[in-house]
């Protein structure tokens, strides 16, 4: 077994400073990416590593300690988002036939105008509105830059619903986008 596992068994203080340091920051920009709210993302943390301090003698390292964070904290923003909205299924949301109806050819954006401030808060807000089923894909994969099997593992679907929805997050993404940056492309013409 792992060292860093053996040492979190023995509630090893430098362990869990190690796993805190390595995976707090990951597991609160997907908290807050699904809640949109910076204190309940603080809760999901606070949880998260709560349940790793009461449950670590149950981890049987089938999964990497972070593929198993993140699945902690996913299913905490998720009761979290169902005690708000006890009637939504997130995982059945229906994207089915999405196709972008504005097209623009995204090289043709110089590369000061896609990392401005402003088109970073108009991406932020775009991901935003994704659904949580596909923002929960996008941030694990493009954000975060998990494998797909690590994905799957963290939501608890195939890795074929992964790529799936991430597929459509994209195309979701472009469209929702693309009437911001087609009027930055005519501007530079």
Not at 87 to 116: A, H, N, Y
Request: charged fraction near 30%; proline fraction near 3%; include cysteine.
């Amino acid at each position: 077994m792992d060292d860093l596992i053996t040492a979190l068994k023995r509630r090893d203080p430098d362990a869990l400073s190690q796993v805190f340091t390595d995976h707090a920051d990951k597991i609160y920009r997907l908290a807050v990416s699904q809640l949109h709210n910076e204190q309940s993302a603080d809760g999901v943390v606070q949880d998260t590593f709560m349940k790793l301090i009461e449950h670590i003698d149950g981890f049987d390292g089938r999964a990497q300690i972070g593929t198993w964070l993140y699945r902690v904290a996913y299913n905490e923003c998720m009761m979290r988002l169902r005690g708000q909205r006890p009637q939504v299924d997130f995982d059945s949301v229906d994207e089915t036939g999405v196709m972008p109806e504005i097209l623009i050819d995204w090289r043709e954006l110089p590369e000061r105008m896609v990392s401005s401030s402003e088109a970073m808060a108009e991406v932020e807000k775009a991901i935003a509105e994704l659904s949580p089923a596909l923002r929960a894909v996008f941030i694990l994969r493009d954000v975060e830059a998990l494998s797909v099997k690590e994905a799957a593992s963290v939501l608890d679907i195939s890795p074929s619903a992964v790529k799936v929805r991430l597929h459509r997050a994209r195309l979701l993404l472009r469209e929702k986008l693309a009437g911001y940056f087609s009027e930055r492309v005519n501007q530079t013409k």
